[in-house]
DNA sequence: TTGCAGTAAAAAGTATAACCATATTTCTTT
DNA sequence: AAAGAAATATGGTTATACTTTTTACTGCAA
């Protein structure tokens, strides 16, 4: 037995991943989606609501609803309502990121080309003029880290290292806040991973990010040794 | 410019996280919440409808909502909307669960206990028990797996390992029913993995795991060839 | 006392209608 | 043609009534 707003939830999207409703599309209003499916207003709203919070359309009072790409970042939300029901510490979500990026260097080594090079010593430069902006410098990290699953040509990586990170933001720009000298060793793990990549290391790789990775968690050990963060 | 619904999904998750509405509490009545919150009920209801989707209450009707635990696999079902969204291919989803058990391996052999040893043991008997059982066969894989990833004491591994099994587990089922005698082999990876597991022999145990990964690799490959999946 | 049927109460689900606030469009005025 | 004002469309909210499902109670019969 299942409600009417679910009925329509189902339909709908099943018109969103078929193309009939496009993304940018926008949706017939509320009273229009009404008549269509001869059910209240208050059914569709239901709807609709159910679709924004899963990501699927973006809704704008006085204008409409339209049909929107679901934000990567919907994954960080769900694995942090979650987390927080399993105990789960900041250590051990950094170790499944350690997991994660290992396994992105192993296929970034196989499918880079030399234009994902190019990309990530432009990041890196960008950082080098950074050192003395902190909300900067943490956004940059998070976008050479993001080039860098992107270049596995693989699009789930920088889909689920981006929400990794995300959650983790608050740490790196803490701590860059309250040591800025921990920028400088940063960027040598990030220019010696761009090399070791150029020449296929693998081994050098990895323990490079296995060493920025240690960092973080001592950064972390700090951080809630001084109250700073939970 | 926030709407009263919003607030109030912002007030009940307070309230769910500080345990003032614990699990398994009945929240009150949509008309009580109406009155608490000075709204009309629509702005209650769709602020439960959220909460639903979000997999923190559960509402029978005729009954009531409920407090609930946010189920793992809402995780797959962020993902795999995700993914729809970002020309993700089976294959993708296999290579970032090859990364995802490596790590698991290596964190399982540094801090498995001989308890954990019995239970994979114990369902790996269960799985020899099954090898006519198709549908049964899959769901103690799924456990396998599961129970290997909970051995590593990282809660999070056990969330997202299944949440990413449960994404390709109709790829085991048809390919399991389509040539039984590939439970032969999988036991053989089982029983293999759970011997270097208790002898800490890592190179072997992920030698082992990418073995297994790429016969499910093959089989997604013969699947596709076949039209059986998509 | 026990067991069952019927009924009433409670709660979620649905339907209408009306009103508000905002954004867009159209039309008038300059 | 540009600026401003009015009309229109849309989502947000309120209120009320009716429906369906579940649960609890009550009273009768075995």
Redesign the interface.
């Known amino acids: 037995m299942s ?1 009417l ?1 679910a009925d329509i939830v189902i339909d709908l999207k099943s018109k969103i ?1 078929s193309n009939i409703l496009p ?1 940018g599309q926008k949706l017939p209003s509320e009273r229009e989606l009404a008549l269509q499916y001869e059910v209240s207003r ?1 059914v569709i ?2 709807a609709i ?2 679709l924004r ?4 359309i973006m809704v704008q ?1 006085g204008k409409g609803a339209y049909v929107t ?4 970042m ?2 960080a939300e ?2 942090e ?8 510490t900041l250590e ?2 950094l ?2 990121r ?3 990026e ?3 260097i ?2 970034v080594i196989k499918r880079a080309t030399s234009e994902d090079s190019q990309i990530l010593y432009k990041i890196y430069r960008d950082m080098e003029k950074n050192r003395t902006n902190v909300t900067q410098f943490a956004k940059l990290d998070l976008q050479f880290h993001t080039s860098l699953a992107e270049s596995t040509k ?4 920088p ?2 290292l981006s929400s990794f990170m995300e959650m983790t933001q608050h740490v790196l720009f803490e701590f860059t806040r309250l040591i800025p000298e921990s920028m400088v060793q940063a960027q040598e793990h990030h220019l010696a991973l761009i090399k070791a990549i150029e020449e296929g290391d693998e081994d050098l790789a990895i323990s490079t990010i296995i060493s920025h990775m240690q960092v973080l968690r001592e950064e972390i050990k700090v951080l809630k040794e001084r109250n700073i963060i939970g």
Do not use: C, F, Q, W
């Open positions: 409600s707003h991943s993304e208050n709203r239901e609501s159910v919070v899963e990501g699927l009072a790409k679901p934000n990567p919907m994954i769900t694995i309502r979650i987390m927080k029901n399993y105990n789960t051990d979500l170790e499944v350690e997991g994660l290992i396994s992105i192993k296929n693989n699009p789930l990586y889909v689920l």
